[in-house]
């Protein structure tokens, strides 16, 4: 059912249905984690990815994906490249931070999810903003409440970096509302002013991303046409989950737990079922 402004609303029962694919793709980011190291390509990352999500029943959403059709099933995207990085030959190197983005769909329904994992031993100003980028996140998924609105979360993962130190937060890509489709209405910006926007309720699905780097967030597309890299060639981050609001509060169907450990450690009532 689809509500003013395009907004897709969804019944419990396909809610359920987003969790299936939202596991999936929790699922494959966990895989990658545990087989990314240095030495090995993106490509096989890509590789392992796609097998991943086909043996468990499940589609690759971004394959083929808008103009010209993305490539690959994963995003890898590496130290100053921010997002939508195409995974090939690159042989990940020690010290490395690597952004995985994957989605996938089961029986139509949608996930999304990212996140950003050393390549071994890493700097600390890496480390950090790696932190300060999942912490944001997870902010963001926490300030929303049933009633409130989108820029609730803008607010919350703007204010929640620029209280962490001089971070820039890539701002020319956002969030969104997510469903049938990968991308719909309504975007979800990483700022924004608390109580603007469109209202959350429930059976509205959205994957929040900060995308946030050490220097400027200024950015170009390389001649792929895919690829974001900083201008400045600092280094990015970028995580992302999808998650819906129950009656009892937030459910993250990309995280393996639902968010649970999360978010009752923020305090913030868990709505998974
Ligand atoms: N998953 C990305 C997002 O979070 C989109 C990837 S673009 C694609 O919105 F072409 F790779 F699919
Ligand atoms: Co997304």
Redesign the pocket.
Known sequence: MFRDRGIEIKTPAQVDRMRAAGLVVGRTLELLRTTARAGITTGELDQIAEDAIRSSGAVP???G??TPP?P?T??ASVNDEV??GIPGGRVLAEGDILSV???AIVDGWHG?A?VTMPIGEITDEARELMRVTEEALWQGIAAARLGGRVGDISRAVESYVDSQGPFGIVED?T??GIGTA??EPPDVPNRGRPRRGPRLVQGLAL?V?PMVVLGSQENVVRDDE?TVVTRDGSLAAHF?HTFTLTERGAWVLTALDGGEERLTAMGVPFGGR
């Open positions: 959403s971004f394959l994906y808008s993305y690959a994963i995003c997002v939508h983005d994957c989605g999304d990212a890509y969030g969104h990968m991308h994957a991303e895919w992302e």
